[in-house]
Nanobody
Framework: QVTVVESGGGLVQAGGSLRLSCSAS????????MAWFRQAPGKERELVEA??????TTEHDASLKERFTISRNGAEIYLEMNRLKPEDTAVYYC?????????????????WGQGTQVTVNA
């Protein structure tokens, strides 16, 4: 089992910045791949970015990559979000895979945090 805890969400004005943190722990955690997803109201959960133990990422969304930076320090990952826009408003979730690999689909991540709300006002 893996326990996942996020922190760092909040309310920010458009153009501002936030930093999310996530910590994973548990008997099943070794060098598991980890990821940030987000889900806006009425929309499906989508991958923001994933990162493996060695710092490799999926390069999933080039437009987000211009403003969002994922990083990792062992069992902790971070998401630095800059130049935030109202459309970035969502619940942000940290997820942990069962292996060292990283994936773009949420179905490959069985362990999830409770989510942290990010709200960006225009």
């Amino acid at each position: 089992q893996v326990t996942v805890v996020e922190s760092g969400g909040g309310l920010v004005q458009a153009g501002g910045s936030l930093r999310l943190s996530c910590s994973a722990s548990g008997r099943s955690f070794r060098r598991n791949g980890m990821a940030w997803f987000r889900q806006a109201p009425g929309k499906e959960r989508e991958l923001v970015e994933a990162i493996n133990w060695y710092g490799d990422t999926t390069e999933h969304d080039a437009s987000l990559k211009e403003r969002f930076t994922i990083s990792r320090n062992g069992a902790e990952i971070y998401l630095e979000m800059n130049r935030l826009k109202p459309e970035d408003t969502a619940v942000y979730y940290c997820a942990v895979a069962t292996s060292i690999s990283i994936y773009t689909s949420a179905t490959n991540y069985p362990y999830w945090g409770q989510g942290t709300q990010v709200t960006v006002n225009a």
